[in-house]
């Protein structure tokens, strides 16, 4: 019976840091001014008819360390773009884009034969735009996404705006799991750096 209760209690432990730490590293690099820079992978949501991805990154200095949350799209994200979050104790949130980035990447393109006797065509590739935008956290909203997770976003576009509210807290839990991740991998020396004692 005691072998089962520390079987139990190891497969539970186990299973919770899986959940808590399952976000990946996408990259960690040290810039020339010494900052260094972790991202996590990005978790790809559907807002209204847009599609989104969502990532958080860490920017860590001598004396600093700033949390930007990245949304990138092939749909247009203006400059100054405005996203509203609304937080699970109702608190809504206004985050407006620091920076903006414009690049290109191919996507699939499926071009029909016309005059077909069946549904066939060619699928080929496009060059298309990427928008990449950057909103700063603070620690006290990061807490509170930790706390009460998110419930609903709300992203500019143009003119108008695309929304979603979530049944259950998908993008505040990937915020915290990423959030817990970053802090992690800071504990860690980057591959680069080398310690003054080898090989002295």
């Known amino acids: 019976m005691e072998k089962l209760?520390?079987?139990?209690?190891?497969?539970?432990?186990?299973?919770?840091?899986?959940?808590?730490y399952a976000q990946k590293i996408s990259f960690d690099r040290i810039e020339e001014d010494g900052v260094r820079i972790i991202g996590v992978e990005k978790i790809v949501q559907k807002i209204?008819?847009?599609t989104y991805d969502f990532s958080l990154t860490v920017f860590s200095g001598f004396r600093s360390k700033d949390y930007y949350l990245m949304i990138s799209s092939i749909w247009k994200i203006e400059e100054n773009c405005v996203v509203m979050v609304k937080l699970g104790?109702?608190?809504?949130?206004?985050?407006v884009a620091k920076n903006v980035t414009v690049g290109q990447l191919d996507y699939p393109n499926y071009d029909p034969i016309i005059g077909s006797s069946s549904v066939s065509g060619v699928i080929s590739t496009q060059k298309v735009y990427y928008y990449v935008s950057i909103y700063s956290i603070e620690n006290d909203l990061l807490n509170k996404i930790e706390q009460y997770g998110i419930i609903k976003i709300r992203i500019a576009f143009g003119n108008?705006?695309?929304?979603k509210n979530w049944n259950y807290d998908k993008l505040g839990k990937f915020i915290k799991k990423s959030h817990n991740r970053l802090e992690e991998q800071l504990q860690k020396p980057h591959f680069s750096t080398k310690s003054i004692e080898n090989g002295f």
Request: net charge negative; hydrophobic share 55%.
């Open 160 to 163: 108008t705006y695309y929304e």
């Open 48 to 50: 209204d008819i847009a």
């Open 89 to 95: 104790n109702g608190e809504i949130v206004k985050l």
């Open 5 to 20: 209760k520390i079987l139990l209690v190891f497969a539970f432990t186990t299973m919770f840091s899986v959940s808590v």
